[in-house]
């Protein structure tokens, strides 16, 4: 490589890095202004310093906890949830060479909306406790995930294959659910209806904590496969010929994707267009290179919810709007603009 090509190749990546920056404490800063928004007025300010205090010496105050046991939860998930979101439509865009592909294309949101639904209608869980509608959520969405997988390795694991079988679970999944909203009564259908839509009000340190460690797990290993995702883009022959197992590599990030969205809708129900919406603004900025697209997509995930939270609980305050909702108002606009602005696919 010559000089030249390497000063604009640094360049580019420095530009790269920025963007990751800027976005990075773009986050930061939204996060602490989610946290001042409540019925307990308190300032930014008021906000770093209670969390800077409470990692070393937690108070008692009420501004404490109304920060540590509320707020900062609900906030956290949002974070968790978006950049989990947010790298898994990056990841399933490449795999399925689709950009219409998100967490819920395979159709494992009907399946934790089932469950959830079993358990709230029916009172049928897969253990007992008050926990049984996320259990619930989380095995059916596995249960789906892997009755995907069973259905697209009759056919090696193309991606027509896997969103053909993701679309079959999904009129599945969502013809049972509909069968026991039928059935239900109607206390237990509006459990089920206010799941469905989507809210970070659930969330509390034990659910962040077994969120955070999937992500890190997983996250780590998806970052590994970046240069395969980026040669896999040019399609599964030129990939092979270029030494990449692609079906090894499509089984693996499948069940790592499948994973990390049940762990994260199980708690927070159904939040779409996160992970449609952010790998597309990341790929307009930093482009197709998953090195920094897939870490630019977690990041923008984020953001991204944690903004739609902020205007769920400011709109109609002190009505809170599911974040669900949130998501799609903000995100259908965004992809009309992309439909109208892009003549083209993304690759």
């Given at each position: ?40 007025d308190m300032t930014i300010v008021d906000v770093y310093r209670i969390i800077a205090q409470g990692l070393f010496n937690p ?6 906890l109304v920060v540590w046991n509320i707020r900062l939860p609900r906030i956290l998930m949002g974070i968790l949830a978006g ?190 267009f996160i992970g449609l919406v952010g790998p597309h603004i990341c790929r307009m900025i930093v482009g197709p290179d998953h ?57």
């Amino acid at each position: 490589m010559s000089e030249t090509a390497t000063v604009k190749y640094l360049s580019f990546v420095q530009r790269k890095l920025m963007f990751l920056g800027i976005t990075a404490l773009a986050l930061l800063l939204v996060a602490g202004i989610a946290v001042t928004i409540g019925s307990y007025d308190m300032t930014i300010v008021d906000v770093y310093r209670i969390i800077a205090q409470g990692l070393f010496n937690p108070g008692n105050t009420t501004a404490d906890l109304v920060v540590w046991n509320i707020r900062l939860p609900r906030i956290l998930m949002g974070i968790l949830a978006g950049a989990g979101l947010g790298i898994c439509g990056a990841v399933l865009q490449a795999i399925l060479r689709n950009p219409l592909a998100s967490p819920f294309t395979l159709g494992i949101t009907s399946a934790a909306t089932f469950g959830a639904s079993l358990a709230m209608i029916l009172g049928i869980g897969i253990f007992g406790g008050s926990s049984f509608v996320v259990i619930n959520a989380f095995v059916f969405t596995l249960i789906a995930s892997f009755a995907i997988y069973a259905l697209a390795f009759t056919k090696k694991f193309t991606p027509g294959a896997i969103i053909m079988a993701g679309i079959a679970i999904s009129y599945l999944f969502g013809a049972l659910t509909s069968f026991l909203q039928y059935i239900g009564t109607a206390d237990a259908l509006q459990q089920v209806v206010f799941w469905a839509m989507g809210s970070l009000g659930r969330a509390n340190w034990f659910s962040i904590q077994v969120v955070a460690v999937i992500l890190a797990v997983t996250l780590p290993i998806l970052l590994w496969y970046s240069m395969d995702l980026n040669v896999m883009g040019s399609g599964d022959e030129a990939a092979k010929s270029m030494g990449v197992d692609v079906s090894r590599v499509r089984i693996i990030t499948l069940v790592l994707t499948s994973l990390i969205t049940a762990g994260i809708i199980c708690f927070t129900g159904t939040i779409g267009f996160i992970g449609l919406v952010g790998p597309h603004i990341c790929r307009m900025i930093v482009g197709p290179d998953h090195r920094f697209l897939l870490p630019a997509s977690a990041l923008m995930g984020a953001l991204i919810l944690l903004c739609a939270d902020i205007a769920a609980r400011t709109l109609f305050a002190p009505q809170v709007i599911p974040i669900g909702i949130m998501t799609s108002f903000i995100g259908v606009p965004f992809f009309i603009y992309l439909f109208v602005k892009r003549r083209g696919m993304y690759w």
